[in-house]
Structure formats: C-alpha cells, structure tokens
C-alpha cells in the first residue's frame, strides 16, 4: 500500500470533531438518504445536469479510465452516475456508515468502503474524484495531496462562496452544509499548488447561469409547493433578484457563489 506523506505534529493532533457522527446525523445527508425525498432528487439533478458533465469535460483526453474512486461520495449518486465505459470499476468512500448503508442500497454494482481513504487496499486508480469535499475537511491541503497519490488524475469540484449571498454565513461543523471555510478563485487555485499537484485544466462555473438552475427551481416547486423558500413576499423579492442577477451578469456573479471545476496531476 502507498505510504502517505508524515504530517508536522500540530496537524497530527485528533480532532475535536467527530465526522462520523456529523455526518450519520446531519439533518442535510439524513434526509439525502430517504429515498424520492426533495433532498434525494436535487442531488441526482445536480450530479446529471452540473457536476458530472463538467468534471468529465476535464478528464485528459489520453486518459482511459478502468477504475474510478471517488472520496466523500456521500451516498453515492456521482460515482454512480458518473459517464464510464460499462467495464469500468466504479469505488466510492465515506466516512459515514450511514451514508454507505443507502448508497451500497441503491447502487449494487458499485463498490462502497466506509472509513478513511488512506486506509483502502486498492490505490491505483486511473482518476480519483473529490467533488464537494474540501471545504469538509479540517487540512484541505493534505487531503487533496493524499488523495492524488491514489491515482494518475484527481478531478475536483470546489464551491466558491465569497460571494454577497454568503457574507454573514457562520461556516463551521454546525453550518447547514457543514462547510468548515469558504474559497475565492484564487485560493482554490492556490490549494493545489501546496498540495503539490499541476493543473491539467479548470474551469468557473455559475450554475444560476446554466439550464440546471431552471429544473432545480421546478423540482422544488413540484415537491415542496414553491420555487423559493420563506414567505410570500421573501419568495417574490428572491425570484426578483434572481431575474437581475440572469439579465445583469456581473450583478449575478458577485451575489451567487461559483464552483470550481479542476483536473490535475501530481508533479513528483
């Protein structure tokens, strides 16, 4: 098995944060995991239409992908859905038994592990996937450096929240996502760099520009009754602002966050 870079004694010190626990019990994945629920959809939405055209778009043309592992796959839906040849071996990790417990539910022909990556016995995968996964972790610089040991390519999808919507947002364990930290462009593109990796190629993404967006509003209105949350008059003030934000770009890209689309390659 591949030997993982020793980390410096204050990085090595225990969390005080149990991530098993946070995440079996977060409100957010525990809904995710009740089959059809509103959770469940969206995010088969957003993998279909948003993140896995876009993370696949990256891949090296070169590149023949045989085996796939995505970390932090939550319960499933990406690795799962993610375009492969039909031989291709799909694996997906996660620290939540909960989370493993639904996806290995739904999705048999896929290979779950639950625990700690570093741990798995297989570590030479053609291309490894964190998608939503960095701004999870306490030391995002290590993990993304360990995870990219596992194979030739780590493809990354990072949310970019400096943006006005997520000015008075209290990030931590206890935020509605559980992202610890937010990102700017630049300090996304800065992570791979101390993680020692080269960008193959990336790209920024605003999802309130693309069709995606459209079919998010209409599935929440289907399943829950209205396109925004909160009161009548909130609803109509965020639907307001969201036709400016689609008829002004710059207005629109300072209030909603981005994401982040990377592939890259380790360069030792």
């Given at each position: 098995?591949?030997?993982?870079?020793?980390?410096?004694?204050?990085?090595?010190?225990?969390?005080?944060?149990?991530?098993?626990?946070?995440?079996?019990?977060?409100?957010?994945?525990?809904?995710?995991?009740?089959?059809?629920?509103?959770?469940?959809?969206?995010?088969?939405?957003?993998?279909?239409?948003?993140?896995?055209?876009?993370?696949?778009?990256?891949?090296?043309?070169?590149?023949?992908?045989?085996?796939?592992?995505?970390?932090?796959?939550?319960?499933?839906?990406?690795?799962?859905?993610?375009?492969?040849?039909?031989?291709?071996?799909?694996?997906?990790?996660?620290?939540?038994?909960?989370?493993?417990?639904?996806?290995?539910?739904?999705?048999?022909?896929?290979?779950?592990?639950?625990?700690?990556?570093?741990?798995?016995?297989?570590?030479?995968?053609?291309?490894?996937?964190?998608?939503?996964?960095?701004?999870?972790?306490?030391?995002?610089?290590?993990?993304?450096?360990?995870?990219?040991?596992?194979?030739?390519?780590?493809?990354?999808?990072?949310?970019?929240?400096?943006?006005?919507?997520?000015?008075?947002?209290?990030?931590?364990?206890?935020?509605?996502?559980?992202?610890?930290?937010?990102?700017?462009?630049?300090?996304?593109?800065?992570?791979?760099?101390?993680?020692?990796?080269?960008?193959?190629?990336?790209?920024?993404?605003?999802?309130?520009?693309?069709?995606?967006?459209?079919?998010?509003?209409?599935?929440?209105?289907?399943?829950?009754?209205q396109a925004y949350s909160g009161n009548v008059i909130t609803q109509w003030a965020k639907a307001a602002t969201d036709k400016v934000a689609t008829a002004v770009p710059l207005f629109g890209r300072r209030?909603?966050?981005?994401?982040?689309f990377a592939a890259a390659e380790s360069v030792s």
């Amino acid at each position: 098995m591949k030997q993982f870079p020793k980390m410096k004694a204050t990085e090595s010190q225990p969390s005080k944060i149990n991530y098993q626990r946070l995440y079996d019990e977060h409100a957010h994945y525990a809904a995710r995991r009740v089959d059809n629920s509103f959770e469940h959809q969206h995010i088969s939405l957003e993998v279909r239409d948003f993140k896995a055209p876009h993370l696949a778009a990256l891949l090296p043309q070169n590149l023949k992908i045989r085996s796939l592992l995505e970390i932090g796959c939550g319960t499933g839906e990406l690795i799962a859905q993610f375009p492969l040849e039909k031989s291709a071996i799909r694996t997906g990790c996660d620290i939540s038994p909960e989370n493993i417990a639904t996806a290995r539910r739904r999705y048999p022909t896929v290979k779950f592990h639950t625990g700690d990556f570093r741990q798995l016995i297989q570590n030479d995968f053609d291309a490894i996937i964190l998608s939503d996964i960095l701004e999870h972790v306490e030391d995002d610089t290590a993990f993304l450096r360990d995870a990219s040991l596992l194979g030739k390519c780590i493809l990354v999808n990072l949310p970019l929240e400096c943006n006005w919507l997520n000015n008075r947002r209290n990030y931590g364990p206890n935020d509605v996502s559980g992202h610890l930290r937010r990102y700017t462009l630049a300090e996304g593109l800065a992570l791979f760099e101390r993680a020692n990796l080269r960008l193959i190629r990336w790209q920024q993404v605003w999802i309130h520009e693309l069709p995606v967006e459209k079919k998010r509003r209409i599935l929440r209105q289907k399943m829950l009754g209205q396109a925004y949350s909160g009161n009548v008059i909130t609803q109509w003030a965020k639907a307001a602002t969201d036709k400016v934000a689609t008829a002004v770009p710059l207005f629109g890209r300072r209030l909603h966050s981005s994401t982040l689309f990377a592939a890259a390659e380790s360069v030792s």
